[in-house]
């Protein structure tokens, strides 16, 4: 029995095993030797793992046993208690530090953009607090604890690390009789003997090196001859870029540069996919309970053109070609902090229902920012809709690390030719950017061609052909 619970010890389980105040009963019984007892006493006190408070030992008299039963309820019950910690805090008594999340894998820092709370203001667990904003998506800060907010450690607009406390709450705080004001005055209060040191400061820097100023101008203007400085006008604001910003400009920028775009363009018949859709958009939302849309209808198109056309879903690396058997569709989407573009995994797996559902879920979560990182890691094609916002025609920048992106655009009836006859059509103008270093001219067409057949006759996906 004893060798059992030594094993325990020395191999370091993740479960405290003698963890607790005391070991609540000894029986006697002449099998085990006394040297058990300084053996055991030792394996506590010394556990790899840490045993917290260990305030008593039982000691082990020459031959007794012990009864294990009541010995697990105890450590049971420790360990328990000592295993409930709340993430993304640090406790300090009656007060907590709310502490930045890991951001992702990717990111490394982010901009404190905004606080939703001030300091005298009750707070829930879970509640946001403040936003982060990264290169990619916005994060939530929550409460660890609930209580009142004492202090705010970040100014908006700080950088801010994983770890980097920004606020602390206090759990036993009533906001009614809280001493924000007070410590808000005395903040106020505090800086003005600093504003005086600073300003004597910044006196003599300019009485004592007034001629190192003059020529610090023209040097300015020279090392950015390519961004010149606009001189202030009236009825005008500058406005710092966001990181969201900033990272679109930066991606879209490196993609211009790198690959060898061409756009090849095409013309659709919605007709039948339009007919389709009026005619079983009530018994669709009747049974997935998701509106049936257009956009589903292209994914399953583009997913097909893809498997007729694998280079258009392969990708350069280096002086090597990726082919990949799988599908991730990226759907474009404009929201007013930026553009953000979700992927549907697996999407040669979907029907129409689980590819509408899944688009109206990301559409949600982009208006409310709360799209997550791994939501918007990678994918093989991107299907970009400028129809909504009333677009006829663009030329699309592919999306790295792809290799080519289709565009949407609005639906516009016009009259064509129909069996020798001109009739009103509801037509839309397609557009294919693609990588011209992997993919040639034939397999574009052949792939936009492919598109063009399966929107105008729905039909086809059911036959395969």
């Known amino acids: 029995m004893f060798g059992v619970i030594r094993r325990r010890v020395a191999s370091g389980s993740s479960s405290p095993l003698f963890v607790g105040q005391s070991v609540q009963k000894i029986r006697s019984g002449p099998s085990v030797p006394a040297r058990v ?14 045993c917290g408070n260990v305030r008593n030992f039982c ?25 409930w910690r709340r993430p993304f805090s640090s406790e300090s008594g009656d007060t907590v530090d709310v502490v930045v999340p890991p951001l992702a894998e990717s990111i490394a820092d982010g901009t404190l953009a905004k606080f939703l709370k001030r300091p005298g203001d009750r707070v829930n667990v879970d509640e946001p607090i403040a936003q982060i904003e990264t290169d990619k ?21 700080d950088t801010v690390e994983p770890g ?16 924000a004001p007070s410590e808000t005055t005395s ?3 505090a800086p003005q003997p600093t504003q005086k040191i600073t300003e004597e400061k910044k006196a003599p820097k300019v009485e004592a090196a007034p001629t190192k100023e003059k020529p610090k101008a023209p040097s300015a203007i020279l090392s950015s001859p390519t961004e010149p400085q606009l001189p202030p006008k009236e009825r005008e604001r500058r406005v710092p870029m966001t990181r969201l910003r900033k990272r679109v400009a930066t991606r879209l920028k490196d993609s211009q540069n790198t690959f060898a775009m061409l756009t090849t363009f095409n013309e659709v018949d919605m007709t039948n996919l339009m007919k389709l859709r009026a005619d079983y958009k009530d018994a669709f939302v009747e049974k997935h309970g998701v509106k049936l849309g257009l956009m589903s209808g292209f994914i399953k198109a583009a997913v097909n053109a893809l498997k007729h ?7 350069i690396d280096g002086d090597d070609i990726i082919y990949r058997d799988y599908i991730d569709i990226s759907i474009a989407v404009g929201t007013p902090k930026g553009l953000v573009v979700p992927v549907i995994r697996n999407a040669d797996s979907m029907n129409f229902a689980d590819i509408e559902k899944q688009i109206n879920a990301f559409a949600k979560k982009a208006n409310d920012g709360t799209l997550s990182i791994d939501e918007m890691a990678g994918g093989t094609l991107t299907i970009s809709n400028g129809g909504v916002y ?5 030329t699309p920048i592919i999306n790295p690390p792809q290799s080519a992106i289709l565009g949407m655009h609005s639906i516009v009836s016009r009259p064509m030719v129909v069996g020798g006859n001109v009739v009103p059509r509801p037509m839309m103008y397609t557009a294919l950017t693609y990588d011209h270093r992997i993919i040639d001219g034939r397999e574009a067409v052949f792939f936009l061609r492919r598109i063009k057949d399966i929107v105008e006759d729905p039909r086809r996906l059911l036959l395969d052909i």
Do not use: C, Y
Request: glycine share 6%.
């Open 37 to 50: 007892s300084s053996s055991v006493e030792k394996e506590i006190a010394f556990h790899p793992r840490g």
């Open 59 to 83: 000691h082990i008299t020459p031959g007794s046993w012990i009864n294990l039963k009541p010995m697990r309820e105890v450590f049971r019950q420790e360990a328990t208690m000592q295993t």
């Open 137 to 157: 998506v916005t994060i939530d800060v929550s409460s660890p604890e609930s209580g009142v907010i004492l202090k705010l450690l970040a100014n908006e607009g």
């Open 164 to 179: 980097n406390k920004i606020a602390i709450i206090s759990r036993s705080a009533d906001a009614t009789t809280h001493v």
């Open 187 to 189: 903040e106020k209060a």
């Open 309 to 315: 056309q694998p280079i258009v879903n392969a990708v």
């Open 390 to 394: 009333g677009s006829l025609l663009s």
